[in-house]
């Protein structure tokens, strides 16, 4: 990392990926930087991005010469992590604040293998995060600081609302409800169109119904604080349509137990790739 005339301590992105790319476009859009980024097979778009905004851009941390970053994000698969951890322990030895965003591995596992003393932090990003819109809770190491969380939460802000949870095996809950939950959304976009195609309509009007449907409902969700349950309720005619479906969907072996079974299900599954980091 050649770091001589910045006067600013750089921001190292290892991964540019989904997730990773998403940061880096809005740490460009916010003028966070500098920024040097580390990935094997950078997209063009990547590629574009970096040239454009005077971001270097390494395949490995070994080829990059070690000075302090301030911060260093960590935006690798679990199972590519296991095997980067080694080669990131002289940047988090050099003082840079560690921030992963990898599922299932733990605070311990990167302890072991970047030294007592790194400042570590996790975070659960989610794919809506790609326009702005996502949600990440932060979990914080006892060695990372008040002013740690504050670039951590800076840094993350680009992608969305950021949220704290007190223990680190909430992070798996967090992972269950909104890292995986976009793809619950989607399921249920895709169950409403294959259901109206079944009711008798044309597969692209099926599919349009039910992305409008969905996005529509999220969108006035979003758009004032009346609970879930209250605006339901404001859909719900007695005796009529809405009702007559809602008791199936509200029936003891409905669609609430089986969200439940299923985060559970998504819940021990990070734990398990936690024991095995």
């Known amino acids: 990392m050649r770091g001589a005339g910045v006067s600013t301590a750089p921001i190292l992105l290892i991964g540019a990926g989904r997730m990773g790319g998403a940061l880096l476009r809005g740490w460009v859009a916010k003028k966070i930087g500098p920024i040097i980024a580390v990935d094997t097979a950078p997209s063009l778009e990547l590629t574009a991005l970096a040239k454009k905004h005077h971001i270097a851009i ?3 941390v070994a080829n990059i010469d070690t000075v302090r970053a301030r911060a260093c994000v960590v935006a690798l698969k679990p199972q590519i992590l296991k095997d ?3 080669s990131l322990r002289p940047v988090a030895q050099s003082g840079a604040l560690m921030l992963s965003i990898a599922a299932g591995t733990s605070l311990a596992a990167m302890t072991k293998a970047w030294g007592r003393g790194a400042r570590i932090l996790r975070a659960m990003p989610n794919t809506p995060g790609s326009i702005g819109r996502g949600i990440t809770a932060l979990y914080a190491g006892k060695s990372a600081t008040q002013k740690d969380k504050a670039l951590a939460e800076s840094l993350l ?5 950021t949220t704290w949870v007190k223990h680190e095996h909430d992070i798996d ?3 269950a409800i909104s890292g995986s939950g976009p793809a619950y959304v989607f399921l249920m976009v895709e169950a409403l169109a294959d259901a109206a195609e079944a009711e008798g309509l ?5 599919e349009q119904l039910a992305r409008a449907t969905i996005t529509g409902a999220g969108a006035l969700l979003d758009s004032n604080v009346t609970p879930p349950a209250e605006l339901r309720r404001n859909v719900t005619s007695p005796k009529g349509t809405t009702e007559a479906a809602l008791k199936i969907l509200m029936a003891k072996n409905g669609l609430s137990p089986l969200i439940r079974r299923a985060v559970a299900a998504a819940r021990r599954r990070g734990a398990e790739l936690g024991r095995l980091s």
């Open 173 to 175: 809950t967090v992972t």
């Open 157 to 161: 802000a680009t992608l969305g609302a």
């Open 202 to 206: 044309p597969r692209a009007q099926a």
């Open 58 to 60: 390494f395949p490995a």
């Open 84 to 86: 980067e951890l080694p």
